[in-house]
């Protein structure tokens, strides 16, 4: 049957359709516990092609299930064989904005985000914000009726939507609205046909149980539990709009919305209230509405501890008041003087509370700094900060925000009854927690436990007159509980209502009616294998390492960052952070990835990967795809015959060493047609790159005759300077930049005892043992105690990361003696002449991930640079990757989408700084031989050219090693 739907598929539509392994283990899973492989993948290209992809599964018998991002945390997005329609690929056009009616008409697969920049010119947004809204679609947000921070003040998904439009099961399209009066809904009974027939048996269903649905379901703003089906009441006016809004794919398709915008008020100024815990929190909540808060968001102090436990500190959390749980409140305004002014009365408000404390917040970028830690909370909680694991299943209950407080007494005590703990947070304005919790779910013979506590918790929850759900929907995480909530002919009106839209149950079968079990189909099940890299985070496992991936999706954002260049580049969810974490979870549980480390469908999806390590910083769970890759790699070519690449561009340090005893004809060889083709064939190398010409002298050779004409000036200070092999064989400008910089500023340059390599490009081809190896020699090359300038960012941070990595404690003392120039000059207290000018700047994403380069901004400050820095990401050229056959189209890509343009649109004053080379050889090559600087260059030229003198180092020999 799956080859046969596959074929009639390809041949009716315009859009990709999958059935492959990998498509299929890929959308297995969304950001829940479960795991579903679907029959295939479609990916339609338009409406069009919705409409026959439906009829072909309908005449062979095959379900579907609509996916928007994958960001259900309910199990709403996977389906077990069925047909996966990906409506975020392409069906994703925004038809109008009409800012007469305050409307906008949209497709299922806009991203939110991508609706609100075509509503900013208008003052206007769409009122519902998950903090997904980088990548969530509208659909997805229909299906779950989605809410947000913003929804205190604006409302949920189905209080912002004006009409849909409808494919059913049988192909019949019809379009639904809101409340209508009784003219019209009598209207709507008569009409012929399949319409006519489904408007008929839904006005009765309503008319038959009106008591039941009066008295059966429990009114309060965040209930997302089972079907709205008293929407359809005739004193809510036949509401199918929110009737249909929260059913999460399983009564019909969504081709196209209108939905209403609001205003977004010009100045907001946040004011971050501090109470002594999560209960007193909540407790305040109620006194604070009625000042009309845009926002009411609760955040504990545990949510901040995982925050830190897991990266480095955001500066924003200075802002935060004295407290043990903070309310994010938001006060709007038509100009900053009026949104002042609320937040005032807000914070006045607030501190009428005991022990209460405020703080206002106006600077914009603290304003985002401190949101992204809210809207990172579903990543960070799933590491508690002892470094436990934290799953969904109970992170979504509700109850009416009077009764907040004491349900999170309760709760709290329920947990520790149980033994769990977690970490909650939430829409506080609304009685809404998420909270995820420590349960054994990798550990089969300890799941009695978690369904005896979900069922005393949905007990707890209903206790309060709430909802098992508040925001996420049901799904397979919550459907099995809703008769605990629901009674039993509340129960039979949600199968009867399904039935209605969807007879032959073909629409996201056993989401919600005729649920799966919630302690079924978990995804965590593998094995371990034998590794070659240590992972200390995750007790030496790889499966851990993997299953940290929780779909949060961060890594399909395509608006900015550094994560992920080669989703951004592809569109192909096997090509972003968390497919390849899916896939690789898949080749450890060895169900549908039999052969283990010598996959093929694992090695494609990483073949793209550029090892950027955006994830490692990026990813709200730190999934570290850059060290997954090197160790498939070198699992893979155990004992096998490697890739040429891997020998050309792995090897490189030692054929520049070769190529370094006669670079002239080197040169040569590489610039001649013939040769140089040839070259490149044997190299794997694609042909569309230039090679990069060899310098005439190396760093080493040209730093031996300085020295021999500038002795070691007699007691400064010693530096060790780290000649890489990139800055000594390849491009030494910068490193002789850097010796006269650190000399100039009274510094004396040592270099090491002899040849040494940071190993990076044999750990990028996952060339392991012999990695190893070059760094055991390297240290043997390395004075003690001396602190060391790197200058190329991705060997700098190799020595920082890699080396206690691969070495252990045989790395000693050096990564943290390891700094970059900035950070040296910086710790070292040196002042430096004003230069002046612009620049802008791309940094190295190794630099971003490990490094960082608060220093950096410091020391262009410094000088009075006026710095861009541009939020482009990878470059692209990833040091071997941009070379090897078959990457260049994404490498390209990578820089084409911010980098290049913003080169080429600089004037020619400006100053393209990039400190990898890497990114300098990239913007050379594509920007028509503009050449980039590196920052030691650049702090010549103001030692050269500044307008005063330097002054010396800080006497204090330790301040530069304790930058």
């Known amino acids: 049957m799956a080859t046969g739907l596959a074929h009639a598929l390809s041949a009716a539509l315009r859009g990709e359709v999958r059935f492959g392994t990998a498509e299929r283990a890929v959308y297995g899973y969304d950001a829940s516990n479960y795991r ?26 095959v379900p579907v299930v609509p996916r928007g991002a994958g960001t259900s945390i309910g199990g709403q997005a996977i389906g077990p064989g069925a047909v996966v329609l990906d409506l975020r690929r392409h069906v994703n056009r925004i038809h109008s904005v009409d800012p007469g009616t305050r409307t906008a008409r949209v497709e299922p697969g806009v991203v939110l985000d991508d609706l609100q920049r075509a509503a900013r010119p208008y003052g206007l947004r769409f009122g519902p914000d998950p903090s997904t809204h980088t990548r969530c679609t509208i659909g997805g947000m229909i299906g779950n009726d989605s809410c947000g921070a913003h929804s205190v003040a604006w409302g949920r998904t189905s209080d912002n939507v004006e009409s849909l439009d409808l494919l059913l099961a049988d192909g019949t399209e019809l379009t639904v609205t809101g409340p209508l009066p009784p003219a019209a809904r009598a209207e709507l009974r008569r009409r012929p046909g399949r319409e006519g027939e489904l408007h008929r048996a839904l006005q009765d269903l309503a008319a038959g149980n009106l008591t039941t649905l009066r008295q059966g379901m429990p009114r309060l703003p965040r209930r997302t539990s089972g079907y709205p089906v008293d929407a359809l009441l005739p004193e809510r006016g036949y509401d199918l709009v929110r009737a249909l809004t929260g059913t999460e794919g399983g009564c019909a398709l969504v081709l196209g919305a209108t939905l209403r915008l609001v205003e977004s008020p010009p100045a907001r100024v946040l004011v971050v209230a501090g109470y002594p815990d999560e209960t007193a929190a909540a407790d305040a909540v109620p006194a604070l509405l009625p000042l009309g808060p845009l926002t009411v968001e609760g955040m504990a102090a545990d949510l901040i501890a995982a925050l830190l436990a897991a990266g480095p500190r955001p500066p924003a959390l200075d802002r935060l008041p004295e407290g043990g749980c903070w309310l994010f409140l938001e006060a709007g305004g038509g100009t900053p003087a009026e949104a002042l002014e609320a937040a005032h009365a807000l914070a006045t408000a607030v501190r009428r509370a005991p022990r209460a404390t405020t703080a206002v917040v106006t600077d914009a970028g603290e304003q985002r700094q401190l949101w992204g830690v809210r809207e990172a909370g579903a990543g960070i909680v799933t590491r508690l900060p002892d470094g436990g694991e934290a799953w969904p299943g109970w992170e979504d209950s509700a109850v009416p925000v009077e009764r907040l407080g004491g349900y999170l007494r309760e709760l709290r005590a329920l947990l520790a009854r149980h033994g769990l703990r977690g970490v909650p947070y939430g829409h506080f ?22 369904r005896t506590f979900l069922e005393q918790a949905a007990d707890l929850v209903v206790a309060h007159g709430g909802s098992l759900s508040g925001e996420h929907g049901d799904g397979q995480a919550r459907a099995e509980l809703l008769p605990r909530m629901y009674p039993p002919e509340v129960i039979d009106l949600f199968g009867r209502f399904k039935r209605i839209w969807d007879p032959d ?36 496992s790889l499966l851990k390492a993997v299953h940290r991936c929780v779909g949060v999706a961060k890594c ?71 060290t997954y890759k090197a160790e498939f790699l070198h699992q893979h070519y155990r004992h096998r015959l490697r890739p040429a690449a891997h020998l050309s561009m792995g090897w490189l340090p030692l054929w520049l060493r070769g190529a370094a005893l006669a670079p002239r004809l080197a040169n040569r060889l590489m610039r001649h047609p013939r040769t140089g083709a040839a070259l490149k064939r044997l190299g794997g190398i694609d042909p569309r790159r230039a090679l990069p010409p060899l310098p005439e002298r190396t760093f080493a050779a040209w730093f031996r005759r300085y020295r021999a004409q500038h002795p070691e000036p007699v007691g ?4 060790l300077l780290w000649p890489d092999s990139l800055s000594n064989l390849l491009d030494p400008a910068p490193a002789r930049a850097a010796v006269e910089v650190l000399e100039a500023l009274g510094f004396a340059v040592r270099l090491p005892d002899g040849p040494v390599c940071c190993g990076l490009t044999l750990i990028s081809t996952g060339q392991l043992r012999l990695a190893r190896r070059v760094m055991r020699r390297s240290l043997r090359a390395l004075p003690a105690g001396l602190p060391v300038v790197g200058l190329e960012p991705s060997c700098t941070a190799a020595l ?50 490990v490094l960082g380069t608060a220093a950096d901004r410091r020391i262009e400050a410094g000088i009075g640079l006026d710095n861009r820095v541009l939020d482009s990401g990878c470059c692209g050229l990833a040091g071997n990757f941009g070379f090897e056959r078959g990457h260049y189209e994404v490498s390209v890509a990578a820089a084409e989408r911010v980098l290049m343009p913003a080169v080429r649109a600089a004037d ?31 702090l010549r030229r103001a030692l050269r050219e500044g307008d005063r003198p330097p002054a010396g180092p800080n006497p204090d020999p330790g301040a530069a090693e304790g930058a």
């Open 36 to 61: 579903h492989l679907p029959l295939g993948v479609v990916k339609p290209a338009d409406t069009e092609d919705v409409r026959a992809a439906l009829a072909l599964c309908r005449e062979f018998g």
């Open 429 to 450: 304005g609304e009685g809404c927690v998420h909270l995820r919790l420590d349960w054994p779910l990798t550990d089969p013979g300890r799941l009695g436990g978690f």
């Open 505 to 540: 149950d073909l629409l996201n079968p056993g989401s919600l009616v005729d649920p799966r079990p919630f302690d079924a189909d978990l995804r965590f099940p593998g094995r371990d294998l034998p590794l070659a890299l240590p992972y200390p985070q995750d007790d030496g």
């Open 556 to 626: 399909v954002d395509t608006t900015g960052g550094v994560m992920c260049p080669s989703y951004m580049a592809t569109g192909e969810e096997r090509h972003s952070t968390r497919g390849r974490a899916r896939l690789l979870a898949e080749m450890l549980r060895g169900e549908v990835i039999t052969d283990g480390w010598r996959s093929e469908e694992v090695r494609e999806a990483l073949d793209l990967c550029l090892g950027c390590k955006g994830c490692a910083s990026d990813c709200p769970v730190h999934v570290d795809m850059a």
């Open 716 to 719: 400064a200070q010693p530096v």
């Open 800 to 849: 920082r990361e890699e080396w206690p990595r691969l070495l252990g404690t045989a790395a000693g003392g050096l990564p943290e003696r390891v700094r970059t120039l900035a950070e040296f000059l910086d710790g070292a207290g040196v002042e430096l002449p004003h230069l002046g000018g612009r620049a802008v700047t791309q940094v190295h994403c190794h630099q971003h991930a």
């Open 908 to 938: 020619p004053d400006t100053v393209v700084l990039a400190d990898g080379l890497s990114c300098r050889i990239q913007i050379s090559q594509l920007g028509d031989g503009r050449r980039p600087l590196h920052l030691a260059e650049l």
